[in-house]
C-alpha cells in the first residue's frame, strides 16, 4: 500500500525536472558571465560586424515559425487539437511580423548603431515577441485536445486579417516608434514591452512545470525548456544599446533554440507521434494477442474440465432418472401393461409407471416435464416420488380419483421451491378389472390417447387438461375426470410428444396419422411386438431424436 508521502515523492520525482533545471542553469550562467564581461570591459560589450549574423538566425527562426504553423494547419484534421492549431497560427502572424523588417529594412543587419534602425522594425519585432507570448499563454492555459468551433481555413483568414490590421495601425503612426526606442537603445516603453513578454514567458514556464508534475508527458518538460529559453532571451536583451551588443546576438540565439524545441514539440504532436502511437499499438496489440492466445488456451482447458464434471454429473442424473422407471409392470389375467422408452441423447424428463392399488384396480400414468438436463431429472424425481407419497395421504380410494390425485400433485408443485419456468405434464388414469373403465385426467399432456378396437379402428380420446406449474397464486384449474369402457381385446396407447414429433432430415415429424396407421395395419399383433415395432419405426425416421419417446400400452385380455 502506497502512504500518501510515499504519493507525493513520486509525484515530485526531480529526475523528469534534470533538463529544465540544466537549461535554467546554462541561461542564468550565461547573464552572469555577460555581466561581468560587461564590469571588465566597464562598460556594454560589442562584437564588430556582428550584426550580419542578425540576418541569418533570424532567417531561420523565421523557417522554423512558418514550418510549426504548416505543420499544425495540415495536421489538424487527423489530430483535432485546437489547442495546438491556435498556436500554429499565432507562429504564423510571429513569421510575419519579424519577416517585415527582414524584407524591407535589410540594412539593420550591417554593422550600423542603433540610430540606422527604423522604428517600424523595431515595432514589428516587439510585436512579434508579445504575440508569440501571448499564443504561447494559450499553449498552456486551454485543455488539451479541445476541438474548436473554427476550422483551419477560418483560423487562417483569421490570421491573416490580424496581420493586415496590425501592419495598417503600425504604418497609420509611424512616430509610435519614438516612444520606443532612440539613438541610445531602448526607452522605458520598449524595455516595458519586453518585460511584459518575458512575464508572460515566465508565467508559462510555471505552468509547464505544473503540468509536468500532474502528467509527466515528455511535452510538458520540452515545452518547459523553450519557455525558459524565450524568458532570458528577453531577460538578456534588456538594456542593450546598439544592434552590435552582444545582449542582441545571444538574445537571437536563445529565440532560435526555443523556436527549435517548440518545432520539436509541433513535430512530435503533429508528424511523429501518431506513428510513434501507432507502433506502440501495434506492439501493445501484439502482446494482447498473445496474452489473449495464452488466456483462451488456459480457459479452453478449463471449460474442458468443466465439461468433463458436467457430462459426469449428468450421467448421475440419467441414471437416477431411469432407475426411476419401473423394470417390469404389474399385471393378471384380465390386463397386461407394456411400455417402451428410447431416451434421447440430452437428457430429457418423461416418465411412466403402473402402480397397484388394490387387487382390481391399478393406477398408471405418463408424462414429460420442461427442459432437459439435470432440472428435468429432478422433476421426474420429484413426480415419481409425490405420486407414491398420495396413496399415504389421500389412501387408495383417494388414488382411484385421477382429478383429486392432480390436484394434489398441482398444490405440491406449487408449495415446493421450484422456479416459474418449470412445469409437468401428465396424464394419470385408474384401470379396473372388474369393471373395464378406465378413468382418467389430464394434466395438460399434449398427446390423446388412442385406444385401439380388435378390428384395426382407432378412437382418439379427449385429453385436455391444465399443466401442472407456478401458477397455484393466481389461478386454481379444476381438472375433469373422463371414463372410457374398455372391452376384451381393446388396446389403449398412451404416449409422449417425443414419438409423433421426432422430426427426419426434411424436419417433417412423424405425426399422429403415421402412428395411427402403424397401429391400425398391425393391430393383430401382441402389445409387445407392436410397440418394439413403433419404436424401431420412430428410431429409422429421425436418426437424431431431441426428446425422449415413450409409449404405455394397456392391453386388455381376451377371457379365453
Not at 495598417?168 to 541610445?184: K, N, Q, R, T
Not at 524568458?231 to 538574445?251: C, E, K, P
Not at 511523429?272 to 488456459?298: M, Q
Not at 424425481?381 to 392432480?406: C, H, N, W, Y
Request: glycine share 8%.
Amino acid at each position: 500500500m502506497i502512504t500518501p508521502n510515499e504519493k507525493s515523492i513520486h509525484r515530485w520525482d526531480f529526475k523528469r525536472y534534470t533538463e529544465i533545471l540544466y537549461t535554467l542553469i546554462g541561461c542564468i550562467t550565461l547573464i552572469v558571465a555577460l555581466s561581468l564581461l560587461e564590469i571588465s570591459q566597464k562598460g556594454h560589450f560589442s562584437l564588430d560586424n556582428a550584426t550580419p549574423w542578425y540576418g541569418f538566425i533570424d532567417f531561420f527562426a523565421i523557417i522554423l515559425a512558418f514550418s510549426i504553423f504548416l505543420i499544425s494547419y495540415y495536421t489538424y484534421h487527423q489530430i483535432q487539437n485546437s489547442r495546438l492549431a491556435v498556436v500554429g497560427f499565432t507562429f504564423l502572424i510571429v513569421g510575419v511580423f519579424d519577416a517585415i523588417p527582414l524584407l524591407t529594412c535589410p540594412y539593420i543587419y550591417v554593422p550600423y548603431g542603433m540610430e540606422a534602425v527604423p522604428g517600424k522594425a523595431v515595432i514589428y519585432l516587439l510585436l512579434a515577441r508579445l504575440l508569440n507570448a501571448a499564443g504561447l499563454l494559450i499553449l498552456v492555459s486551454m485543455p488539451e485536445n479541445r476541438k474548436g468551433r473554427l476550422g483551419r481555413e477560418w483560423r487562417l483568414v483569421l490570421s491573416l486579417l490580424v496581420i493586415s490590421a496590425v501592419i495598417m495601425l503600425v504604418e497609420s503612426f509611424p512616430g509610435a516608434a519614438d516612444y520606443i526606442y532612440g539613438p541610445e537603445g531602448m526607452k522605458p516603453v520598449g524595455n516595458l514591452l519586453m518585460g511584459a513578454a518575458g512575464l508572460l514567458y515566465a508565467y508559462n514556464t510555471c505552468r509547464a512545470i505544473i503540468d509536468l508534475g500532474k502528467n509527466g508527458d515528455s511535452s510538458s518538460k520540452t515545452m518547459a525548456c523553450a519557455f525558459i529559453l524565450m524568458l532570458f532571451s528577453q531577460i538578456i536583451t534588456i538594456g542593450a544599446y546598439s544592434m552590435n551588443d552582444v545582449r542582441h546576438l545571444l538574445g537571437c540565439i536563445l529565440k532560435l533554440l526555443g523556436f527549435m524545441l517548440f518545432f520539436n514539440i509541433f513535430f512530435i504532436h503533429g508528424i511523429r507521434r501518431p506513428y510513434v502511437l501507432l507502433s506502440k499499438a501495434k506492439e501493445e496489440l501484439n502482446e494482447y494477442a498473445y496474452e489473449l492466445d495464452r488466456l483462451v488456451d488456459k480457459r479452453t482447458y478449463e471449460l474442458k474440465q468443466v465439461n468433463k464434471r458436467l457430462m459426469a454429473d449428468l450421467d448421475v442424473a440419467r441414471g437416477i432418472q431411469h432407475a426411476m422407471l419401473p423394470s417390469t409392470l404389474p399385471q393378471n389375467e384380465f390386463v397386461s401393461f407394456v411400455s417402451g422408452y428410447l431416451p434421447a441423447e440430452n437428457l430429457s424428463g418423461d416418465f411412466y409407471n403402473v402402480i397397484k392399488i388394490d387387487d382390481t384396480q391399478y393406477g398408471i400414468y405418463i408424462g414429460d416435464v420442461s427442459g432437459h438436463g439435470v432440472s428435468a431429472a429432478m422433476l421426474t424425481v420429484f413426480t415419481f416420488q409425490r405420486i407414491l407419497s398420495l396413496m399415504d395421504e389421500i389412501g387408495k380410494e383417494g388414488m382411484t380419483i385421477p382429478a383429486m390425485v392432480l390436484k394434489h400433485l398441482y398444490d405440491s408443485f406449487n408449495a415446493a421451491n421450484f422456479s416459474e419456468e418449470l412445469y409437468i405434464v401428465l396424464i394419470y388414469g385408474v384401470y379396473n378389472t372388474e369393471t373395464g373403465i378406465f378413468s382418467y385426467a389430464s394434466g395438460g399432456l399434449n398427446t390423446s390417447p388412442l385406444r385401439l378396437r380388435p378390428d384395426g379402428s382407432i378412437q382418439e380420446l379427449d385429453a385436455e387438461g391444465f399443466a401442472i406449474c407456478k401458477l397455484g397464486d393466481l389461478f386454481t384449474p379444476k381438472f375433469s375426470n373422463r371414463q372410457v369402457m374398455l372391452f376384451p381385446g381393446d388396446r389403449l396407447i398412451l404416449y409422449t410428444d417425443g414419438l409423433v414429433e421426432a422430426a427426419n432430415k426434411e424436419r417433417q415429424p412423424y405425426s399422429k396419422e403415421r402412428l395411427k396407421e402403424l397401429l391400425s395395419r398391425h393391430h393383430k399383433w401382441n402389445a409387445s411386438v407392436m410397440i418394439e415395432r413403433i419404436l424401431k419405426d420412430v428410431k429409422q425416421y429421425s436418426e437424431q431424436l431431441n426428446d425422449d419417446v415413450t409409449i404405455l400400452a394397456i392391453d386388455v385380455l381376451r377371457p379365453f
